[in-house]
C-alpha cells in the first residue's frame, strides 16, 4: 500500500509541476474552450486578425476559441495575462511587432519577450496606409509632406499606444522627414480612427484593415501604402515609391503565443490548427483578400521559426527604438 501512495503522488507531482499547473501532455487536449488573449482594443487589425484566425482554429482543433481583449500599457498588460497563465494550452495570445519586440525596448518588463513564451507560429504580414482626416487639404503625398513641414508644430497624429507599430512607423516617418510633431496614444486603432474620422487628429499610419472601409466611404483621405507593391485591398492606393517617398517601407507582423512551459506536445497541436486554418481557402481569402495581409509560407508557420524571426526582429528594432528616446510615460 505505502508503494502504490508514493507512486500516486510521485506521478501527481509530475503532472502539476513546482507551480501546481498542469504540464504533462494531454493526450486529449482540447478537451475544453480556449482562450485567445488579444493585448489591445476591439476593432484594430490585431483584433480582426484575431477572430479570423480564432474561428479557422476552431474548425481545426474541434474547440471554440474565445477572443478576450485584455488592453492597457501598448500591450503589456495583454501579453502578461498570457505570462501567468496556466501552460496547460487553454490561454494563447496573439501579438505582434510592437506588442513582442518593440515593448521590450521601451517599458521595464518583468517578463523576458522571446524567452518566457512559448512559440506557436507566426500568422501574416502588412504594410501601412498614410491616411489623414477629410479635410486634409493635401491631394497626394507629396503635398501631404509639404503640409506635414509647415504645420509640424500643430500636427497630430493617432497611434494604437506608445510603442505599437503605427507609433513606431510615425517616428520612421518624422525621421524620414526631419521633422516633429504630437502623438496622441490610444488603447487601439479603431479608437485612433473614431478620433481621425471625426477630424480630431490630422494623420495616422494604420492597416488597411482597419482603415480602408473609411477611405472608401470617403470620410478619410489614403495617400500611399509602406510597402513596394500596392494592397491587395488598396489597389487604388499608390505605394511610397509611386507617390513619391521612395524607399519608405513598414510591414509589420502577428504571431501566436502560449505560456512558457506548455507542453510541446500541445504547442504542436496548436501549431498544426493555426497551419490548417491559414491553408483553408475561406479563412485565408479573408486574410489576404479582405485584410491585405500576406500569410507566412508553410515553412515559416513553425514554433521554431517565430522565435528565429522573432529574435531578428528584437537585433534590428530595439536599438532604433532607444536611439529614438521612446520611453514609456
Not at 41 to 70: H, K, L, W
Not at 133 to 145: D, F, G, I, Q, S
Not at 251 to 279: C, D, M, S, Y
Request: charged share 15%; proline share 7%; with cysteine.
Amino acid at each position: 500500500m505505502k508503494k502504490l501512495l508514493l507512486a500516486v503522488v510521485c506521478a501527481a507531482l509530475w503532472a502539476t509541476g513546482l507551480n501546481g499547473a498542469a504540464v504533462a501532455a494531454d493526450d486529449t487536449f482540447p478537451s475544453r474552450p480556449i482562450t485567445m488573449v488579444v493585448p489591445l482594443g476591439p476593432g484594430g487589425s490585431t483584433d480582426v486578425i484575431a477572430r479570423v484566425v480564432a474561428e479557422g482554429m476552431r474548425v481545426a482543433i474541434g474547440q471554440p476559441i474565445v477572443v478576450e481583449n485584455t488592453t492597457g500599457a501598448g500591450g503589456t498588460i495583454g501579453v502578461g495575462r498570457v505570462l501567468r497563465a496556466a501552460p496547460d494550452g487553454y490561454t494563447i495570445g496573439i501579438g505582434h511587432s510592437g506588442t513582442n519586440v518593440a515593448n521590450g525596448a521601451i517599458y521595464p518588463l518583468k517578463y523576458d519577450l522571446l524567452n518566457d513564451f512559448e512559440p506557436i507560429g507566426l500568422i501574416s504580414a502588412q504594410p501601412f496606409l498614410i491616411v489623414a482626416r477629410k479635410t486634409m487639404p493635401a491631394t497626394n503625398l507629396t503635398e501631404l509632406v509639404a503640409w506635414l513641414k509647415a504645420n509640424a508644430d500643430k500636427v497630430s497624429e493617432g497611434t494604437s499606444g506608445i510603442g505599437t507599430p503605427s507609433h513606431i512607423a510615425g517616428i520612421l516617418l518624422q525621421n524620414t522627414l526631419g521633422v516633429r510633431w504630437q502623438f496622441i496614444p490610444y488603447r487601439g486603432a479603431g479608437q485612433s480612427m473614431q478620433d481621425l474620422v471625426a477630424g480630431n487628429t490630422d494623420i495616422q499610419l494604420d492597416t488597411p484593415a482597419t482603415s480602408i472601409s473609411h477611405v472608401r466611404s470617403g470620410l478619410i483621405k489614403a495617400y500611399a501604402v509602406t510597402d513596394k507593391k500596392r494592397a491587395s485591398n488598396a489597389p487604388d492606393v499608390p505605394t511610397t515609391d509611386e507617390a513619391g517617398l521612395p524607399g519608405f517601407y513598414f510591414i509589420f507582423w502577428h504571431a501566436l503565443w502560449a505560456p512558457k512551459g506548455t507542453p510541446k506536445e500541445v504547442i504542436a497541436k496548436l501549431n498544426q490548427a493555426l497551419r490548417t486554418a491559414l491553408a483553408n481557402p475561406i479563412f485565408s481569402q479573408k486574410l489576404t483578400n479582405d485584410l491585405a495581409q500576406d500569410i507566412f509560407p508553410p515553412d515559416q508557420q513553425t514554433p521554431e521559426a517565430l522565435y528565429a524571426y522573432q529574435k531578428s526582429e528584437i537585433e534590428k528594432w530595439w536599438p532604433i527604438i532607444k536611439a529614438a528616446g521612446v520611453k514609456a510615460d
